[in-house]
Structure formats: C-alpha cells, structure tokens
C-alpha cells in the first residue's frame, strides 16, 4: 500500500539465473584464482597463487611463498592488475571468483573494485562452483607436482613458469577446438607435406613434459 501511494509500479517479474548459465554466459569477462599446496623435498609447504580465464582458459601463475600473508595475497593481486591492463585486457574482465580461504584480504575486493571487477565468491566448500580453476588445478598436479621431485621454493618456481608456458602455448583442449589458450590451431597440412611430415620433440622441465612441432 506504501508503494502504491507513493506512485510506484510492482517490479516486474524476474527470473532467476542458474550458476551455470551465469559462467556460459559471462565466460569472457570472468577470470577466477585459487591457492595450490605442494610440499617440497625440504618439507617446506609452499602456496601458489594462480587465475585462469574461463573463456580461452589461459592461465598466470601470481606467485609462489612458504608465506601467504595479506600483504603478499594483495601486492599479487595489484600485479595482476597490471599485468591485465598492459595486456589491454582490463576493461574486458567484469568479474573474479574465488572461495572464502582466509588468506585472501579483504583489501584486494576494493583493489579490484577500483579495476571494476567484482569479486565472486564461492559457497563454502562448493569447488564445483569454481570448477575451472579446479580442472587447471587437477591437471598442475597430474602433469607436474606429482611427477617431479621439487627441492625447494626456487625449484618449484622454475617448474611452474615452465608449466605455465606449456598450459598457454602447447597443451591443446577440446573446449577450443584442440587449440592452446594462447596458441592457434595451425592451418592443415596437404597430403605432400604429410608424406615429408618431420616432427621435433621438446622436453621440459626436466623431461616431465614433452611439447611437439613440426621440423622446418
């Protein structure tokens, strides 16, 4: 009655968004993060900081520490921003999701609020809701953290650039037509150049991976 006599109209009637109709719909404008736990051969327990974007699934590791505190979490996050912003990528991310870890600051909300992108979160222990960086996760750790010795803090740094560049440039996935997030399908080969077709492997780190081009 309230509304009615100060001349507001009902709202109309809205409907409500599903998650999963959310991350399709908004795939391009939304990156998300997580921390990854290895302990190294010295027994260190070390924390990685990574975000993926949920459209071409691209992927930057923010850092590895034995020490997440808020300063660290919030100098990562302002690097990110930088980092997105020289790329020309800034204006296009609207939205980061992220679970309620207590590592995270409130501080890098309003960091990446003055970036305008909204910070997501998760519902508490719900990982399928952040289900892409989860995969990413999975992979980090099938692919290298459980097939590597890693000695120390260094070590596995070295290990994740590498990782990384191989995830971007070479690991092809299906949701990309067998692209690699930062790598276009070659164009296909005619049936001479088959015929003469040489392969040249690369192995890193390490030989834990192996990445494969064609030989000029």
């Known amino acids: 009655m309230l509304l009615e006599a100060e001349g507001v109209d009902p709202a109309t009637q809205r409907s409500n968004v599903t998650w999963a109709t959310f991350l399709h719909s908004q795939a391009d404008a ?4 997580d921390f990854i736990e290895t302990v190294t051969l010295s027994g260190q327990r070390q924390y990685t900081l990574a975000a993926i974007h949920h459209a071409r699934r691209g ?12 300063a660290w979490v919030t100098q990562a996050i302002k690097n990110l921003v930088i980092d997105l912003e020289d790329a020309g990528h800034l204006a296009a ?8 870890d207590a590592k995270y600051p409130a501080v890098i909300d309003e960091i990446l609020g003055q970036a305008e992108i909204r910070t997501v979160l998760t519902a508490i ?6 289900s ?3 995969r990413w996760v999975r992979s980090l750790r099938r692919e ?9 803090e260094a070590h596995l740094r070295r290990a994740l650039r590498e990782y990384e560049q ?29 015929e003469r077709l ?16 064609h030989a000029s």
Do not use: C, S
Request: charged share 25%; aromatic share 4%; glycine share 4%.
């Open 30 to 33: 939304i990156l998300a993060m």
């Open 144 to 152: 290298l953290l459980d097939r590597a010795l890693l000695w120390n």
């Open 132 to 134: 892409i960086m989860e």
């Open 125 to 130: 222990r719900t990982p399928p809701m952040n």
């Open 198 to 213: 040489g392969i040249r492997r690369r192995d890193r780190p390490g030989g834990v991976l192996h990445e494969y081009q």
């Open 93 to 100: 991310i609207k939205f980061m999701i992220r679970d309620r």
């Open 166 to 194: 191989h995830y971007n440039h070479h690991r092809t996935h299906r949701p990309l037509q067998t692209a690699a997030p930062l790598h276009a399908v070659p164009e296909p080969l005619e049936p001479v150049q088959i």
């Open 59 to 70: 992927v930057r590791e923010l850092g590895t520490t034995a020490h997440p505190t808020h």
